[in-house]
Nanobody
Framework: QVQLVESGGGLVQPGGSLRLSCAGS????????MGWYRQAPGKERELVAT???????NYADSAKGRFTISRDNAKNTCYLQMNSLKPEDTAVYFC?????????????WGQGTQVTVSS
């Protein structure tokens, strides 16, 4: 079994920064693409950013210029550096991984971490 565990969420004032981490654990797996999604109350889950195993990144328009996604393949870990946070960034942030577990390709989700931007 493979698990994704997020950390780093919390309460921050507008204009502040947070760094989220997502660590994959388990055995016999290889992660292809990793990404961050978020879901605000009453809204659908939306893409924030993705990163391929080779480092190619993709950002939602709302994240461009403020958020940076990165990964450490040796640690099976993905990060999301969030700067200049706004109240509208408040949401539960979920990590996602497109991976092979043995010969089976699947999408895995973490449990989510709450980010609240408020004064």
């Amino acid at each position: 079994q493979v698990q994704l565990v997020e950390s780093g969420g919390g309460l921050v004032q507008p204009g502040g920064s947070l760094r989220l981490s997502c660590a994959g654990s388990g055995s016999n797996f290889v992660i292809l693409k990793m990404g961050w999604y978020r879901q605000a109350p009453g809204k659908e889950r939306e893409l924030v950013a993705t990163i391929s195993s080779g480092g190619t990144t993709n950002y939602a328009d709302s994240a461009k210029g403020r958020f940076t996604i990165s990964r450490d393949n040796a640690k099976n870990t993905c990060y999301l550096q969030m700067n200049s946070l706004k109240p509208e960034d408040t949401a539960v942030y979920f990590c996602n991984a497109d991976l092979f577990h043995g010969t089976t390709r699947s999408y895995y989700w973490g449990q989510g971490t709450q980010v609240t931007v408020s004064s």
